[in-house]
């Protein structure tokens, strides 16, 4: 049965330094936890909450830190968790039945007083079993091992930056979500959001002044249509958007060709400086996970 319960309160956020590029964590390890808390959250998403002592170990990097996830994929019922950060060979030399899967998710939300932090899976196939990461959201339960490595952070707000964009599918909302709040912690500037999500009933509540900077705006996307690739309505967006004025600063995530050409329009088009946008590229439509 999916857990219900509620979010516990949020801890403080530090507030990163606004420095761009890579900011990898100073001292990391491999960090050992288990599912506290698994639920869904709306028909494309599931939330779920890891803890366990190991979260002192993890260092506030905000933004959109993320880390590699460990877990057991479907019928593998002795997975060996990697237990240290040089995990690639021995993940390669274990036997398929006890290699764990693993994908890169976004730290959602710390509770560092509550030893456990969030994340949120984004569902490509919502009725299951998809893709591991997908199969295993869906299959979550309290209890479940997984390890964590955490590989830092990529975008924060330039110094001087008057305004941000933000643009991502639904692959990218966890990530965008976080970039917000960690703003408005940190007292960032405004930002113009489009996201993207398969259906209406994917659309969230942001507080600007609350869970993004004052003077936010958030453009929800809905596909309500499966045959329409991802990606399509984010990208015309921000191309038919009239954005603000002045040095900003950019982020764009999910489907690669989404996260390519939102950085070839801000730099061609619109004369945003390269070093100005972040841009990642989480997957590849029309290409299988593995």
């Not at 990097?61 to 060979?89: C, H, I, K, N």
């Not at 966890?174 to 912690?185: F, G, H, K, Q, Y």
């Amino acid at each position: 049965m999916t857990s219900q319960a509620r979010h516990a309160p949020e801890a403080p956020l530090t507030t990163p330094a606004p420095t761009g590029g890579h900011q990898l964590p100073r001292g990391r390890r491999m960090v050992t936890l288990t599912v506290r808390r698994q639920e869904r959250i709306g028909p494309h998403f599931v939330s779920l909450t890891l803890a366990g002592d190991d979260v002192r170990h993890l260092e506030r990097s905000g933004y959109d830190q993320a880390g590699r996830l460990f877990f057991s994929g479907p019928g593998q019922d002795d997975v060996a968790l990697p237990t240290g950060e040089r995990w690639m060979l021995a993940h390669a030399l274990l036997p398929a039945g006890r290699r764990p899967r693993v994908r890169t998710y976004t730290v959602r939300r710390f509770a560092p007083d509550l030893s456990s932090f969030d994340i949120e899976v984004s569902l490509r196939s919502p009725d299951g079993p998809g893709g591991p990461g997908n199969a295993w959201a869906l299959a979550a339960r309290p209890g479940d091992r997984v390890a964590f490595l955490d590989e830092g952070s990529r975008y924060a707000p330039a110094p001087g930056a008057g305004w941000q964009l933000l643009a991502g599918d639904e692959s990218a909302v966890p990530a965008a979500l976080a970039v917000l709040e960690s703003s408005a912690a940190a007292g960032g500037p405004p930002a113009e959001v489009f996201l993207e999500v398969p259906a209406d009933e994917d659309v969230r509540a942001v507080r600007p002044g609350v869970t993004a900077p004052e003077g936010t705006r958030v453009h929800w996307l809905p596909r309500n249509d499966p045959a329409l690739r991802p990606g399509t309505l984010a990208l015309r967006a921000v191309r038919e958007a009239t954005l603000p004025s002045g040095p900003c600063s950019a982020w764009a995530a999910g489907e690669s060709a989404l996260a390519t050409g939102v950085r070839r329009h801000l730099v061609g088009e619109r004369g945003v400086p390269r070093a100005a946008v972040t841009f990642r590229g989480y997957w590849r439509h029309g290409r299988a996970a593995l």
